[in-house]
């Protein structure tokens, strides 16, 4: 490498050019020698000027050339540098990442010398920013959208989306422990997803909080419902939160999943695992609040609450809408006969057993003391009539032993439907149901009465 003589490259490639022009028109005479040029000539300080002239007149053309040819190639790769620096300027000052797409910021490669190499390595560094702001994106998108839900059924739902979308996947689903087993949460076009649980590779990633890459044989197809899916590479990422795994996300894909593809879905499944966890706590607050701590049923203030729910939607969809308040009869001579412990111990068998005989949709309030209330959507009175008397028979004959006691209690039960009457407030088919359990108590108890047949009898 030649010296550095001025803090211009191109400054010190003209020097060198034209001091190699005056050396090669100073040892130019001596060769005129050998060619037969006449010493008289040769030697002549006119031939030498003429000489180191010509040399210095090729200097400066090869500089005008190297300047014409080099010069507009190292401007362009200086120029894109530029481009992309002022780019990531905007995006500190703005907080937003820059728009510099390989395809806008590349530079032309026609070369294969040391200039289509700075081009190459470039665009190289182009595209591993432009990915690299690319992941960035998905992650505050993905972070963003997910921070946006505490509800525990919708942020697993928009988070499968989301994933499918960052993905490219075409099918997918959501596994999580629910009380100490695997459930299948949500899931999109794919085939067999309450299955799941039970398979091998997500167990095993779940197990061990590893990714799993499962490659399918070409020509393989699974038949679903409404589709067919042809899944060339299955993707298992576990979903965990401070390196406990709680459950996973699978990706079918009909193509191979790249590594740019795994590197972000790396990324995005670490806030996933935040997020859900934040989603499951809060869900569980949401739950230990609405319940009451004896009976685990709801209590009075959340039933009271979902029964405006229940009687808006059957007002708007013209179905009806059944409630039955009951209570233990003679709690209190329960509670002074064998105290207040055993007391607790009757209220909960009682609510185990009411939970038992209620269907899965209907809401079952701690109404207050020996007091409760069932919401039965949809349930016309008979139907709320056949639950009361099970409920009644069933709690008839139950015991309750306390140390060596044997305890038994009967209920009473009022029931109310918006079927039979024409009700427009809340309020008043819980006083019809409240009204009928006072006859129930009145006429000697261990009994159901219907306020539809008060209301007959009254008329």
């Known amino acids: 490498m030649l010296p550095r003589i001025t803090r211009r490259v191109f400054s010190d490639l003209a020097i060198w050019m034209l001091l190699m022009g005056v050396l090669v028109g100073l040892s130019f005479p001596p060769f005129a020698l050998l060619l037969g040029v006449s010493a008289e000539r040769a030697i002549s300080m006119r031939f030498f000027l003429s000489c180191i002239t010509a040399g210095l007149l090729v200097g400066g053309m090869s500089y005008w050339l190297a300047c014409s040819v080099i010069q507009p190639r190292i401007r362009l790769v200086a120029d894109g540098m530029s481009g992309v620096m002022q780019r990531i300027g905007e995006a500190s000052r703005k907080g937003a990442l820059p728009q510099c797409k390989s395809e806008v910021c590349s530079l032309p490669v026609d070369s294969t010398d040391t200039i289509g190499d700075c081009a190459r390595a470039f665009n190289d560094l182009v595209k591993a920013l432009s990915t690299a702001f690319d992941a960035e994106r998905a992650f505050r998108s993905f972070n963003s959208a997910l921070a946006r839900h505490l509800e525990f059924e919708t942020l697993c739902s928009d988070a499968l989306r989301l ?53 399918l044989p070409k020509g393989l197809w699974v038949d679903a419902i409404a589709t067919t899916l042809r899944p060339r590479e299955v993707l298992v990422l576990p979903v965990d939160h401070n390196e406990v795994a709680f459950g996973a996300v699978v990706l079918a894909s009909t193509q191979c999943f790249s590594p740019e593809v795994r590197r972000r879905t790396e990324l995005l499944r670490q806030g996933l695992g935040m997020a859900l966890n934040n989603a499951r706590t809060h869900d569980n607050l949401q739950r230990i609040a609405a ?67 209620f269907r899965k949709g209907d809401v079952l309030v701690r109404f207050g003391g020996e007091e409760f209330l069932a919401i039965l959507p949809g349930a016309a009175e008979q139907d709320g009539l056949e639950v009361a008397e099970r409920l009644r028979r069933r709690i008839k004959d139950l015991e309750i032993r306390d140390k060596e006691s044997v305890i038994r209690v009967t209920i009473s039960l009022g029931i109310a439907s918006t079927e039979q009457m024409s009700i427009e407030r809340v309020a008043e088919l819980v006083d019809c149901a409240d009204q009928a359990l006072y006859k129930a108590k009145e006429t000697g108890r261990d009994r159901v009465i219907r306020y539809s047949r008060l209301r007959r009898q009254a008329a």
């Open 163 to 215: 994933l499918l979308s960052h993905t490219g996947a075409c099918s997918g689903a959501v596994v999580l422990e629910q009380s100490g087993e695997l459930v299948t949460v949500t899931s999109h076009a794919f085939p067999g997803a309450e299955h799941l649980p039970s398979n091998d590779h997500l167990r095993e990633s779940v197990r061990l909080g590893t990714t799993t890459l499962v490659s």
């Open 291 to 357: 319940l009451d701590p004896l009976t685990e049923l709801y209590n009075r203030r959340f039933g009271e609450a979902r029964l405006r729910e229940e009687f808006e939607r059957a007002e708007r969809e013209n179905t009806s809408l059944s409630v039955i308040m009951f209570d233990i009869d003679h709690f209190k001579k329960v509670n002074d006969t064998h105290g207040h412990i055993a007391g607790d111990k009757v209220l909960n068998r009682v609510a185990r057993a009411v939970k038992r005989t």
